[in-house]
């Protein structure tokens, strides 16, 4: 389909999930770096280890997701049959790892950034304009 076609709904949770997945990268990054370099260190003991390599695994999957929402983003984007299923895949499972990182160690910007845009993109693709567009209506 062309651009013109495209409801503002969906160019709006696109750029949403685009802005969300860039967010996630970044902070999946600012997991997994230091808490190699944590794990590391420190692996002669067992738990403080076990703790940074266990960081650094919750970065490289914040990683994966967040560059799963930019491709969910773009495959919005441009209307892409699997592209609402996977967007609506990725935002559960961001609103799940923030659960675990505000259980683990997170700051309280990322769970409201973690929370609250997975959220808004599930409200977006929930409405009827949005569900049409990609032929669940």
């Known amino acids: 389909m062309a651009s013109a076609a495209r409801p503002t709904g969906v160019t709006i ?58 491709v969910a983003g773009f495959g919005m984007w441009r209307l892409s049959a699997r592209a609402w299923m996977l967007t609506a895949i990725v935002a559960w499972t961001s609103i799940a790892l923030t659960i675990l990182s505000v259980i683990g160690w997170g700051t309280p910007l990322s769970e409201l950034i973690g929370i609250a845009l997975p959220a808004v993109i599930l409200y977006g693709l929930s409405t009827p304009a949005v569900k049409a567009a990609f032929g669940r209506a």
Do not use: H, K, R
Not at 48 to 70: D, E, K, N, R, W
């Open 13 to 70: 949770t696109a750029i949403l999930a685009i802005i969300g997945g860039i967010w996630q990268v970044a902070v999946g990054l600012g997991w997994a770096l230091p808490g190699g370099v944590l794990g590391g260190m420190l692996g002669g003991g067992i738990a403080p280890g076990a703790y940074g390599g266990l960081i650094a695994q919750m970065g490289f999957l914040t990683i994966m997701v967040g560059a799963l929402s930019i």
